[in-house]
């Protein structure tokens, strides 16, 4: 089978965020690019992940005609091609619907440095324009929000879009932003939270980069 390990991988990642509370039912999906090949591998439409087997997840390539797999891929593919054409340095995409971080999109509001891990994602996190879900629009807003150095942006009324140079790390992306917005939400629930300003922030990017936890590049 065309590129199993990797297909393993993520049917495996999408159990683990319907465990983690990340997402629900079939919501969110996952995707790694192989840079070799230029294949993306990606979850499929419509299947409750606890049923998803790996020919389910679907090959395609960079127009997103498939190659392989026994389903169609998400729905939200473009906005999966989009992000890949625009960053080199991403190679895997997690998008949720954990709901913390949609709490903050569906305010439409950016998530702060309100604890030091939300680093992984950059400065914080901001929030892409509203769109339909599965959209053009959707993945062109999602990519000029993402820039060049975000490692995760909102999308607002929506979810979560994580990135990373591996599976692995979009996915720790995903987890750490879920529990910062989770963080923010609580200590805002009971007070006023101190937020770390940009320069603390940039310091903390510059070690995690060190521990090789946010991609190198300058920036946010
Ligand atoms: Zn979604």
Known sequence: MLHEQ???SIVRHCSAMLQAGLTTGSGGNISVRIPESRHVCMSPTGIPYDNMRTA???VVDTHGAVIDGDRNPSS???MHLAVYA???DVNAIVHTHSPYAATFA???EPIPAVHYLVGFAGTHVPVAPYATYGTPELAAGAVETLGTNFQAVLLANHGLL???PSLERAYAVAEEIELVARICFQSRAIGSPVILDEEEMRRVIRKFRSYGIQ???EGD
């Open 162 to 164: 994580a990135v990373g």
């Open 215 to 217: 991609p190198s590049g």
């Open 56 to 58: 389910d997840v679907a």
């Open 106 to 108: 569906c305010l439409r």
């Open 76 to 78: 939200e593919l473009p």
């Open 6 to 8: 990797l297909r393993t």
């Open 86 to 88: 625009a960053r080199p």
